[in-house]
């Protein structure tokens, strides 16, 4: 099962749903002390770990952020080869001036939007679904 390719149609059939949740970007250099079954997220770069973790997994474990996320699942099962749907969602939201932190992961996009914009940004995708 490779998922939906078509632009239209992967546009046509969003679905949008909000997970529960406030969730924050955090930064470590080693995964010592961590749990990664706690993380929604995790990438490694050259300057250290992120990790992307429920706010309330992030305060127990005393690590700082400063970017507190909604995250937004685009329920449609789109391939990973899809071209053009993150810049149409990106677009979208950036129009209504909201930033978005997007994970391709293998059977859905994940958005991670400021908590304060999480409805607006529904309703962004929600309207570029219908359009």
Do not use: K
């Amino acid at each position: 099962m490779s998922g939906e390719t078509n632009l239209t149609q992967l546009l046509r059939t969003l679905q949008p749903a909000l997970q529960p949740g406030t969730y924050v970007f955090c930064t470590v250099a080693t995964l010592d002390g961590i749990d990664v079954a706690d993380a929604v997220g995790l990438f490694r770069e050259a300057e250290g770990i992120t990790l992307i973790l429920p706010q309330s997994t992030a305060d127990r474990l005393g690590l700082p952020y400063s970017y507190r996320a909604a995250w937004l699942t685009l329920t449609v099962h789109s391939s990973l080869e899809a071209v053009g749907l993150t810049a149409a969602f990106a677009q979208a939201l950036a129009a209504a001036q909201i930033s978005c932190n997007v994970v391709a992961a293998y059977y859905h996009d994940h958005i991670f939007v400021p908590a304060a914009d999480a409805d607006r940004a529904l309703q962004v995708l929600r309207e570029l679904a219908a359009r």
